[in-house]
């Protein structure tokens, strides 16, 4: 109070380093309005550091537009933090050379914050040697230890990107020993950092095969409240078969509002089926926009048969462009004999790769009676590497005659495990008159579990004691 009384004083006599001092004071018990009040005055008196000041609290608040002016005209007067500040801006509404312009000018003076958003900045624009450089530099100024072990993050996630894991452990490890000196004032964000940076560290060195430290460093991590350590922690708890610990740190990561671990922790509700616990997660993190946690609510609403949400989920991850859910859309449309628009749906999971939704569409062409479309989408599906697009393509083929084409189709079928696809090809061979291989693909098809297999058998033996002569 005594140091707050005295910023006071001077204030009052016309000090615009105590009004900015004073209203930093004022800004950190949240009584914003009277800082607002000391920051104009200072600024009107042209006081560089107070109009940088007044220029985040507007920025804050939403109102950009005078924050802007505020920060150039900062900038005008040489505050290079203004400069950098003003390229944030214009990076956030996308404006990338206006961005580039400032953080340059801002860096040139020395401003470690637009080295580090520049370095950035030029690696997304695909010139890594300097943006390397600019993150270098940032890495390197003291002043800043926030934003120096920003910088030296991103140094290790470059170094990881071109697998050098050694480089980016001395790195990260030296970036935890910069954030513990970091002083009380800013606990909340050292706090925050340091569990990021301890989490990048767990995950290189269990890459690395580390696994006992890298489990203490997560552990360290998501005691400080870092989701993703959390996630982390869980997969390692799951692969070493803790899965009850598995499903704690997912929990926990669920509870603190992490969105990918609403979903993990739906999907392993559901493997250990409990299915009325996981649909709350499943739907807030669908509620929160993810379109896989949308398809996982559409799969438990169809589970228990209430098939107008789960359509509407379907869709919304369909839109999404979840090829799963395309599908499931479709079929969902077909039950209900939207026809048409299933087949749209169908094709439209069919051109992003997916071959089940081929051989869906080629079912439902089949059941329309278009045979011609039907043999599309399942050489589509064949030529996809589909087991069932095969086996289909081969029927289609002997149906009409052409036994060369199906034999080809049905070996690769029967070779990929098909049981119909053997039992089809006996008798494909058995017509050709060859029928004691038609007898023994016939008979893996019964080894194989393909019940049918017994009636196409003996039209195979049959067919071997002169049957149709």
Known sequence: MEEEEQYHTAAEGGDPFAMTCLAWLLQEREDFSGAEQWLRRASDGGYGEAMMRLGGLLKDRGEFAEAERWLRKAADLGHAGAAGAVGFMLQERDDLVGAQEWYRAAANR????????????????????????????????????QVQCEAIRDLALLARQRDDATEA????????????????????????????????????????????????????????????????????????????????????????????????????????????????????????????????LGRL??????FAEAEQWYREAAE???????????????????????????????????????????????????????????????????????????????????????????RRAAAAGSANAMAVLGLVLAVQGRVADGEQWCRKAVDAGEANALVDLKAVLEAQRGFGH
């Open 110 to 145: 020395g401003d470690a914050f637009a080295m580090w958003k520049l370095g950035l900045l030029q690696q997304h624009r695909g010139c890594p040697q300097e943006g390397q450089q600019w993150l270098q530099r940032a890495a390197d100024c003291a002043g800043d230890i």
């Open 169 to 296: 452990e001395r790195l990260l490890r030296k970036a935890v020993a910069l954030v513990a000196e970091t002083d009380e004032d800013h606990g909340k964000e050292a706090a925050a950092l340091e569990a990021d940076l301890l989490t990048l560290l767990a995950s290189v060195l269990q890459e690395r095969g580390e696994s006992v430290e890298a489990e203490t460093l997560y552990r360290r991590a998501a005691g400080a409240g870092n989701t993703a350590a959390m996630i982390s922690l869980s997969e390692m708890m799951e692969h070493q078969e803790r899965s009850a610990e598995a499903g704690e740190w997912l929990r926990r990561g669920s509870e603190a509002g992490d969105v990918r671990a609403m979903l993990l922790l739906a999907s392993l509700l559901m493997e250990w089926g409990d299915f009325a616990e996981a649909e709350p997660w499943c739907r807030r993190a669908a509620e929160a926009g993810v379109p896989m946690a949308m398809d996982l």
């Open 301 to 306: 609403l169809q589970r228990r048969e209430d």
């Open 320 to 410: 999404s462009r979840v090829q799963s859910s395309m599908v499931r859309l479709a079929y969902l449309l077909e039950q209900r004999g939207a026809l048409a628009e299933a087949q749209q749906w169908y094709a439209k999971a069919a051109a992003a790769g997916e071959d089940l939704a081929m051989v869906k569409a080629g079912a439902l062409a089949e059941k329309q009676g278009d045979a011609d479309d039907a043999e599309r989408w399942y050489l589509q599906a064949a030529r996809a590497g589909n087991v069932f697009g095969m086996f289909m393509v081969g029927r289609l083929a002997s149906n009409r005659g052409d036994l060369e084409e199906a034999e080809m189709w049905l």
